[in-house]
């Protein structure tokens, strides 16, 4: 028997799916809220606030933004291409954009090393002009875009087919170029698709380990961000490696949060 609508407007719900939407919320909750519980909370301000951990904390935000603002000046071009090209090698160019997704962090940071190390393909050019990203600010930078890029270009991809382009091909035919028409047209329609894809880009950058870790190193006020200070504080001082995971959620989830709200509302 068919179930209508509710007065909302919005289609019925199978009356199985909280039961394992549940079991996923606290698969993921139960984990987070049991670390909480390991917090000396009567320290926390004092480990979060050492020299340190905000030396960190810094360097994370400021090399997470710097990844986020590159891999949407790179990664927004590329997915409307993806998302507005016929050709047929496009499902190829797809893939090898969108390899960091399931390579393995560390993969990627040698991946950077082979190509922008001292010795590497790009890197030893550079090494010549007095240029060297390796184990440098910059390498922490080019590691957090490089795992992070392909959460952008896969959001704003999806955004840009499920809009379509039939407003884009009648901005055409009024005279409208293609760069007004992306500028006017294009951008305004999937601009929630954006927002996600950069909140996404900043979470996965703000995160980062095993590429940066490989390929920018683990130098304090250089390279150490947030997350290489937690793995090294684990083995020497765990209450504050834990009191800095918590950090780091708190990051994430305000993050996450505000582009949320604000998602819905464009939507609403």
Do not use: N
């Not at 991809?157 to 500028?183: H, I, K, Q, S, Y």
């Not at 765990?238 to 990051?251: G, I, K, Q, R």
């Amino acid at each position: 028997m068919s179930r209508a609508p509710r007065a909302d407007g919005r289609p019925p719900v199978a009356w199985w799916l909280p039961l394992p939407a549940a079991l996923g919320g606290l698969f993921v909750v139960v984990p987070v809220l049991a670390m909480l519980g390991r917090v000396e909370w009567s320290s926390f301000v004092a480990l979060v606030t050492s020299t340190a951990s905000l030396t960190a904390l810094g360097l994370s935000l400021g090399t997470a933004l710097a990844a986020t603002a590159i891999a949407f000046v790179l990664g927004y071009p590329l997915a409307v291409l993806f998302a507005r090209s016929r050709s047929r090698w496009v499902g190829v160019a797809r893939a090898v954009v969108l390899l960091p997704l399931v390579l393995p962090p560390v993969v990627g940071g040698l991946a950077l090393l082979a190509a922008f190390g001292r010795l590497g393909v790009v890197g030893a050019f550079l090494d010549e002009h007095g240029l060297r990203i390796a184990f440098t600010t910059t390498a922490v930078v080019v590691a957090q875009t490089f795992v992070a890029m392909p959460f952008l270009v896969s959001s704003v991809e999806g955004a840009l087919r499920v809009e379509g382009d039939r407003f884009e091909r009648v901005a055409a035919t009024l005279g409208a170029g293609p760069t007004r028409t992306l500028l006017t047209v294009t951008t305004p329609r999937v601009l929630p698709g954006i927002l996600s894809g950069l909140v996404l880009c900043f979470a996965r950058a703000l995160g980062e380990f095993g590429a940066t870790l490989t390929f920018a190193g683990s130098l304090q006020g250089v390279t150490r961000t947030l997350p290489l200070e937690v793995y090294l504080q684990r083995e020497v001082d765990p209450d504050t490696a834990v009191a800095l995971a918590v950090v780091l959620v708190v990051v994430a989830v305000v993050v996450i949060g505000a582009s949320s709200f604000r998602t819905r509302g464009a939507f609403t």
